[in-house]
């Protein structure tokens, strides 16, 4: 009773906590970051250096009015913003923290779950935060913010289909759909599959760009200024719920490249014994460390690099970054069977 | 009995949903619940033990086929009931119709495939044996006994989408 | 009929999209309405006069000294410049002499104000593409240009700092050798700009063949100054009418060849480089003497007009006064700035192109709306 319901609940809670909180702070993150590539401070009044800012911006996000445009569907209008939000935080029932630890004289896996579709899960309920933008774009009942979303949309659906091409290219690589599963091909082979698979890590993480809407993949953010983007008419805590998917939504990203790529919970060089001190450094620790890596990677890219336009960023997807992806399946399976 | 109650609560959800979806005026509600159904409908091969089907259900059907419906639906922005001029119990008689073959064809199936055991038998016993595992089973069985099917469906798909593409193209 | 056949209407798909007066991308209170077939922007109504103060009729009833306050509002980026093609027109009227070490003071001043003008250029540009980060690298430097103006007049950006006849002021100590040592920063920091855009493929897929405009039709529609040194005519007033010290200095003049928006850039980048040359040569080059000429209490130019030019960081800026003699105001003041004359090309740069091109062509033609509105 206690390890079908108690056990994974507060895993869940935990895992939910910690999430929300670390989506809060990426805001603060991002912020700080871009402010010193940029020459500057960032935040610092709310809290020693800022630390409180994003304790702040929830207050006031919480505090706004709560508008809902006169003619706009009201259910639609509040399950958008929840249709984004809600993918991108159960994805993380199956990104694998680390292997079995103890805990309080348990024997505890560091992951909610182990199923064995694991990363097609993960592809799948990513999909489904398509839902959101459309349906924010349509709720405004205006056209621009609708024509705008379904912007947003086709980009998201098209990158979809060259990052799921690479994660084929990845389960041909390891053998097995699980994500703890592929962890352990690491840790067999003694290799992070980003040196096994470097093409695809690039796809990977274009193409995870272009799913979160980060920059250089951001135009229709952009475009607001100018024809209305599909959050116009939210506002207060639903319009901070979107952003916060964004943020969500990257981390997922950067989970999963971690998990896929770069080891997951593993030490540098897992299968080399002279470096066996480093694993007095918890697995969840290097996990945690390698993601924020990815995560200041983003950052790093949206200071720096201009924006491509919407028709750039589509040929970019359709064109260069979806026949590279099956060309890799095509090799990877190839090299799979001759070795 | 813990699946009994999973199963019919499920099945509550499906068929409740089902009928939302061909009731409501609003086109695009219509749309969001057709959704939910497929989300329950996935629950229910998980049920199955099928995950595999579960997941792409949830992957092609939800975050591919009704992504495609709702754009057209917001698109043509169809609001409201069908136009005052139609004549309801026409509109009547072709449901009936309609739905009273399909019910036909379900109830020849069902009939049939009850009258012919066996060849169910064979594929859920090949499936908890030495193959692990439920992708690789459902991989086997597409590349193996359903090799033809597969590939004059994935010919189909193409030439769909070259299809839609010479359509919408303004200038080649 | 016929003028309608020439831009056939597709109702469904052709709509009207105003980037209004107040926009963050338009630099200031320009309006523009688009019509758009689809994507494309088929045709465009540019709507100015936002920021017009009728600074040209003020003139009337001001006095020669106290129009120069109200050049330096005119092309606010660009203040010192303004001034200077002001005073140069007064003293070609006066046919004043101005010594040599006012020429060459004014000349180091045009020059910073050039590269004052673009960086700020440069980081509203590559903001409105996406690159933010120049943007503040931008802005930086041009903090340390400001210091130095602040350092000679005491003002940031509106600075006064021409009177008919020379400078108002003597540099103050220490100075020049404040501006060599800009200069060396300056020479590193273009190198950072270029390493961040130049090679820059989302950069090169954003500017190149965007907006191009052969020679001919930019002299045709009056463009001038780095719009137009892109396009591959080679006409820069310090070059080919040298004012204040600039027959004396030895720089060279960028031109572009395919005049897309990635060859003004280009032009501009390499406008840097050339400003630090020049100012480095004023300062070392700087004569002793007086600062200001030999100029009568009272400035009453005789009756007549004149036509001076010369080059502001936007292009060709010209005024034209007409002085009647007996006043100590101007009949007539009249001026030709470069910016308006740039906004006239716009139309034609943006047809066919996307909406998202339409800012990045903003941006390339380089406008002050003061200066075109006065």
Request: net charge negative.
């Amino acid at each position: 009773m206690v390890d079908i319901f108690v056990i994974p609940l507060l895993k869940i809670v935990i895992l939910l906590n910690a999430i929300l909180v670390s989506v809060s702070y990426m805001t603060l993150l991002e912020r700080k970051v871009i402010a010193w590539v940029q020459s500057r401070l960032g935040p610092m009044r709310v809290g020693p250096r800022g630390v409180l800012q994003p304790i702040a911006d929830a207050l006031k996000l919480m505090i706004k009015e709560d508008i809902t445009p006169a003619k706009a569907d009201k259910w639609v209008f509040t399950l958008a913003p929840m249709m984004v939000l809600v993918p991108a935080l159960i994805v993380f029932a199956v990104i694998p923290f680390g292997p079995e630890v103890n805990l309080f004289g348990r024997l505890e896996p560091l992951y909610i779950t182990d199923i064995n579709v694991g990363l097609l899960y993960i592809v799948s309920v990513a999909s489904l935060g398509v839902y959101g933008i459309i349906l924010g774009g349509w709720a405004s009942n205006s056209k621009y913010p609708l024509l705008a979303s379904l912007r947003a949309s086709a980009q998201l659906i098209s990158y979809e289909v060259a990052v799921t091409m690479t994660l084929v290219s990845m389960i041909v690589t390891a053998g097995t759909l699980s994500m703890v599963g592929i962890v352990e091909a690491q840790r067999e082979s003694g290799l992070w599959f980003l040196f096994v698979q470097p093409v695809a890590f690039v796809l990977f993480f274009i193409g995870g760009l272009a799913e979160t809407n980060r920059a250089p993949f951001d135009m229709p953010e952009a475009e607001q200024e100018l024809t209305g983007g599909f959050h116009t008419e939210y506002s207060g805590m639903r319009f901070a719920l979107f952003f916060l998917a964004e943020y969500a939504n990257m981390i997922v990203i950067s989970s999963v490249a971690t998990t896929l790529f770069m080891g997951g919970w593993l030490r540098p060089f897992p299968a080399v014994e002279a470096l066996g001190f480093l694993d007095l450094i918890p697995s969840w620790i290097w996990f945690i460390s390698k993601t924020f890596a990815f995560l200041y990677v983003f950052l790093w890219i949206r200071a720096t690099l201009p924006r491509y336009r919407y028709d750039q960023l589509m040929r970019l997807g359709w064109k260069v970054l979806i026949p590279i992806a099956i060309g890799n399946v095509v090799v990877s399976g190839v090299v799979k069977v001759l070795l | 009995m813990g699946e009994a109650i999973a199963f019919y609560g499920l099945s509550a959800f499906i068929l409740g949903f089902a009928i939302l979806v061909v009731t409501t005026r609003n086109t695009v509600h219509s749309v969001l619940f057709l959704v939910a159904n497929f989300m329950f409908v996935a629950m229910l091969y998980v049920l199955l033990s099928a995950e595999f089907l579960a997941v792409i259900q949830v992957l092609v059907y939800t975050g591919g086929i009704v992504v495609l419906y709702l754009f057209v639906v917001m698109l043509v922005n169809l609001k409201g009931s069908p136009e005052a001029h139609e004549d309801p119990r026409r509109l009547a008689r072709t449901g009936l119709l309609l739905s009273g073959a399909v019910l036909a064809e379900f109830a020849a199936i069902i009939v049939y495939s009850a009258a012919r055991p066996s060849s169910g038998a064979t594929v859920s016993d090949a499936g908890l044996s030495d193959v692990g595992g439920n992708v690789e089973q459902v991989g086997w069985m597409l590349y193996t006994n359903y090799l033809i099917p597969f590939e004059v469906a994935s010919i189909l798909l193409l030439v769909a989408m070259v299809g839609a593409i010479v359509l919408a193209k303004r200038e080649l | 009929m016929t003028v309608e056949a020439q831009r056939p209407m597709f109702d469904t798909n052709e709509m009207v999209l105003n980037m209004g007066p107040q926009h963050p991308s338009t630099h200031g209170v320009l309006r523009i309405v688009l019509h758009l077939d689809g994507e494309r922007v088929a045709d465009s109504d540019i709507v100015i006069g936002y920021l017009h103060r009728g600074i040209e009729k003020l003139s009337e009833n001001r006095d020669w000294t106290q129009i120069i306050l109200l050049t330096d509002r005119m092309d606010y980026v660009a203040a010192a410049s303004t001034n200077l093609g002001y005073c140069e027109t007064v003293e070609k009227l006066m046919s004043i002499e101005v010594p040599r070490r006012a020429r060459y003071v004014r000349t180091v001043l045009n020059e910073l104000q050039r590269i004052a003008s673009h960086c700020l250029w440069l980081g509203t540009h590559a903001m409105d593409i996406g690159a933010m980060t120049v943007f503040l690298y931008a802005f930086r430097e041009r903090e340390l240009i400001l210091d130095l103006f602040e350092e000679y007049c005491g003002a940031r950006l509106t600075y006064n700092s021409q009177r008919i006849g020379g400078l108002p002021l003597d540099i103050p100590p220490g100075w020049d050798r404040k501006v060599l040592e800009f200069c060396d920063i300056m020479d590193s920091k273009v190198g950072e700009y270029e390493t961040l855009l130049t090679h820059n493929r989302i950069w090169l897929e954003r500017t190149r063949d965007i907006g191009i405009i052969s020679g001919s039709e930019a002299v045709a529609l009056g463009m001038c100054g780095p719009a137009l040194r892109g396009s591959g005519v080679p006409r820069d007033v310090r070059k080919d009418e040298p004012y204040a010290a600039y027959d004396e200095m030895d720089f060279d003049v960028p031109i572009g060849d395919r005049g897309d928006t990635y060859d003004r850039y280009l032009v501009r980048l390499e406008e840097f480089r050339q400003s630090t040359r020049i100012i480095r040569q004023g300062i070392e080059g700087l004569p002793e003497g007086p600062f200001i000429g030999k100029v009568p209490r009272l400035i009453k130019p005789p009756a007549g007009e004149t036509y001076h030019a010369i080059e502001s960081p936007k292009g060709e800026i010209g005024f034209f006064i007409v002085s009647d003699g007996r006043s100590t105001n101007p009949y007539r003041f009249r001026v030709r700035s470069p910016s308006f004359c740039n906004l006239q090309a716009l139309p034609r740069l943006i047809r066919g192109h996307l909406v998202a091109d339409v800012v990045a062509l903003i941006g390339s033609i380089d406008i002050v709306l003061g200066e075109v509105d006065r």
